[in-house]
């Protein structure tokens, strides 16, 4: 683990405001004073002021209702709002699993564990979502959604900068058609990837617009009535399918003593 994400996950700074902290001589691992180039070995004690940091013995996961108009980032040099403007101080280290676009809103997962953030957005835990395109959906577009799709040009719902040109869409693991209309077409998705812009590609082949992308699951994670721009802890129903999903991926191992990442939060509700 890189020293500031260290210092991040275990203390309340943040990955920039530990970086300042470094350079400023105020970290030392083990005797020796630490620079933004040192390696961080396992077991080594940390010292922020002569303090030893004490490692956390456990994890917490929120759920983010994103807002349209919020980037997933940790800051903009554009200036626009990101998602930690909305969370307080407590949540500023915490890091999101995957991404929703600019224009997108829905679930968001986020965690102070490294581990439980990569496992989560490695996996193919289905991300289901309410979409709404304009025009109808037709014949090749329900093959498409059924038997995936390879497109040369996937630049349509992209990013204007971006450079992705072609992308493989895998077969949706579901899908429910809520309203087809020459109009507009609404949609109930689920996707077991994470690709950038995904479905606005999808959909773009086909030469339709995503109008509005809500991501209403992740996984054994639902937003249920969650509003916009507020969050909430993991229940513990969340926690217990978590930490089946972590040993299953082999995060922890057989006993309930997790491996690579601190034991679960458990939280008073």
Same mark, same amino acid.
């Given at each position: 683990m890189r020293l500031n994400q260290y210092i991040?996950?275990?203390t309340k700074y943040?990955?920039? %405001?530990a970086d300042k902290l470094i350079e400023s001589g105020r970290v030392n691992i083990e005797k020796s004073k630490a620079s933004l180039q040192s390696v961080l070995q396992e077991g080594m004690s940390v010292f922020i002021d002569g303090k030893r940091i004490v490692p956390k013995e456990q994890f917490t996961c929120i759920v983010y209702h994103k807002q349209k108009g919020e980037l997933v980032s940790k800051s903009d040099d554009r200036g626009r709002k990101v998602i930690y403007d909305s969370l307080e101080s407590r949540f500023k280290h915490f890091m999101y699993v995957g991404r929703l676009d600019f224009a997108s809103e829905g679930l968001l997962i986020l965690t102070d564990s490294t581990p439980v953030a990569k496992a989560l957005m490695e996996s193919s835990l289905e991300r289901?979502?309410?979409?709404?395109?304009?025009? %109808?959906?037709t014949k090749e577009i329900i093959e498409a959604m059924e038997k995936g799709l390879i497109s040369e040009n996937a630049r349509a719902g992209?990013?204007?900068?971006?450079?992705i040109v072609a992308m493989e869409f895998a077969p949706f693991a579901h899908y429910e058609i809520l309203k087809n209309d020459k109009k507009y077409s609404k949609l109930k998705v689920s996707i077991t990837e994470g690709k950038n812009r995904e479905l606005r590609r999808f959909f773009g082949a086909f030469g339709r617009?995503?109008?509005?992308?809500?991501?209403?699951?992740?996984?054994?994670?639902?937003?249920?009535?969650?509003p916009c721009g507020k969050k909430r802890?993991?229940?513990?129903?969340e926690y217990k399918s978590l930490h089946t999903f972590l040993? %299953?991926?082999a995060v922890l191992g057989d006993s309930k003593t997790p491996k690579s990442i601190p034991q679960i939060?458990?939280?008073?509700?």
């Open positions: 991040a996950h275990h943040s990955r920039r %405001e289901v979502y309410l979409v709404k395109i304009n025009g %109808e959906i992209g990013h204007s900068k971006s450079s617009e995503v109008l509005d992308l809500r991501r209403i699951a992740y996984g054994f994670v639902n937003l249920n009535a969650l802890y993991f229940t513990k129903e040993k %299953e991926q939060l458990k939280h008073t509700f």
